[in-house]
């Protein structure tokens, strides 16, 4: 009997360990990450394709969610082909030895209802970069949107050389969309 009432109580918390998690499904049709600089004076929107996020978000429990992402460089759009393989070349994202953007969250911080702000490292073209990105988090009952729009220095990372008719200004803007397991 007293084993039996130990095996209820082991199960007990275990589900509701796993029922407090948020862990994420990624909805690839509905997350996209998006780019903007000016060239010459001219916006140049581009686009990543081909990405991943790992992601466990839980608004009481900010403590084990995380949001981490991995970009696959070759997946990059502009609408232009000739710019597109210009890009991935070793003065700008050199794909060769870099071929992801890595980031890696440290914690995420809740500032007011649904305002968020994540802390991670950043990585482009072998460089860490330490941020602070704002989010927005806007919760349903089975899916969870987490977006951020900031702006990036692209010679930080040493992405585009010293070209002065590129700006140094990069907006990021990614739309993340995951269904809750």
């Not at 927005?136 to 040493?158: C, H, M, P, W």
């Amino acid at each position: 009997m007293f084993i039996r009432l130990k095996y209820i109580v082991l199960v007990f918390v275990l589900s509701a360990f796993t029922c407090f998690s948020q862990e994420l499904v990624q909805n690839n049709t509905e997350t996209t990450i998006t780019f903007k600089i000016k060239n010459f004076g001219v916006n140049v929107d581009g686009s990543f394709s081909d990405f991943s996020f790992l992601s466990n978000f839980n608004s009481s429990n900010l403590e084990e969610s995380f949001l981490n992402a991995e970009i696959s460089v070759k997946s990059i759009s502009t609408g232009s082909k000739s710019m597109e393989e210009h890009l991935l070349k070793s003065d700008f994202f050199d794909v060769e030895k870099h071929p992801n953007i890595v980031f890696k969250s440290s914690e995420i911080i809740k500032d007011t209802n649904d305002k968020y702000l994540i802390k991670g490292s950043l990585f482009i073209k072998g460089v860490e970069k330490k941020m602070e990105v704002p989010l927005e988090v806007k919760q349903a009952k089975t899916d969870v949107t987490i977006s951020a729009n900031f702006v990036l220095n692209r010679k930080y990372f040493g992405v585009g050389g010293s070209s002065f008719v590129l700006s140094k200004k990069v907006n990021i803007k990614m739309i993340y969309v995951a269904t809750k397991n």
